[in-house]
T-cell receptor
Framework: LAKTTQPISMDSYEGQEVNITCSHN???????ITWYQQFPSQGPRFIIQ???TKVTNEVASLFIPADRKSSTLSLPRVSLSDTAVYYC????????????FGGGTRVLVKP | DSGVTQTPKHLITATGQRVTLRCSPR?????VYWYQQSLDQGLQFLIQ???????AKGNILERFSAQQFPDLHSELNLSSLELGDSALYFC??????????????FGEGSWLTVV
């Protein structure tokens, strides 16, 4: 089971780009990397998922280096509503992977 | 809307009591996961079911149990409740056994308050 390490918190300002890096040194060959966003008292919401290189969707980009031991979630031009906790999840559900979340990164976007 | 439905949304009960939380996964999803999140804490994995069978177990207390029924809905039973069991309980579902590339989708949670 790949353990993940993320910064506890990050501050940013509206309109800036926010980059959150997750370390997962013992990622396995079959593991994918998934990022979730969670607002207080709400369920985590899927943001983006990738296996290697770069993935981009309408809300974020995910950069994964060749060794896959880390990944970086990039949120372009954040707004106040992007204030949330962001979780990196690495896992392979085969044979009962527990899909354990790390501590998450609390992002505060300031005006 | 993730498509995962949890009931009840809020529940207040006394210590020593027993409650049942219910989860309906997204249409077609075979896997159900349960997580506990206490105030300002991270998501603690409790248990996972796949097509009716238990697949993985986290730090779930012996006072807690779960099952997944033939129609794929799941229930989490919490008994002999203690004040420390007050938390948000999330259900999530995915198409398969949580395999690589299989995204899990969360419900909005059941907020349990034990008084």
């Amino acid at each position: 089971l790949a353990k993940t390490t993320q910064p506890i918190s990050m501050d940013s300002y509206e309109g800036q780009e926010v980059n959150i890096t997750c370390s997962h040194n013992n990622i396995a060959t079959n593991d994918y990397i998934t990022w979730y966003q969670q607002f207080p008292s709400q369920g985590p919401r899927f943001i983006i998922q990738g296996y290697k290189t770069k993935v981009t969707n309408e809300v974020a980009s995910l950069f994964i280096p060749a060794d896959r031991k880390s990944s970086t979630l990039s949120l372009p031009r954040v707004s106040l509503s992007d204030t949330a906790v962001y979780y990196c999840l690495v896992g392979d559900g085969a044979a009962g992977n527990k899909l354990t979340f790390g501590g998450g990164t609390r992002v505060l976007v300031k005006p | 809307d993730s498509g995962v439905t949890q009931t009840p949304k809020h529940l207040i009960t006394a210590t020593g009591q027993r409650v049942t939380l219910r989860c309906s996964p997204r249409s077609g999803d075979l896997s159900v996961y349960w997580y506990q999140q206490s105030l300002d804490q991270g998501l603690q994995f409790l248990i996972q079911y796949y097509n009716g069978e238990e697949r993985a177990k986290g730090n779930i207390l012996e006072r807690f149990s779960a099952q997944q029924f033939p129609d794929l809905h799941s229930e989490l039973n919490l008994s002999s409740l203690e004040l420390g069991d007050s938390a948000l309980y999330f259900c999530a579902s995915s198409a398969g056994q949580g395999r690589s590339g299989n995204t899990i989708y969360f419900g909005e949670g059941s907020w349990l308050t034990v008084v």
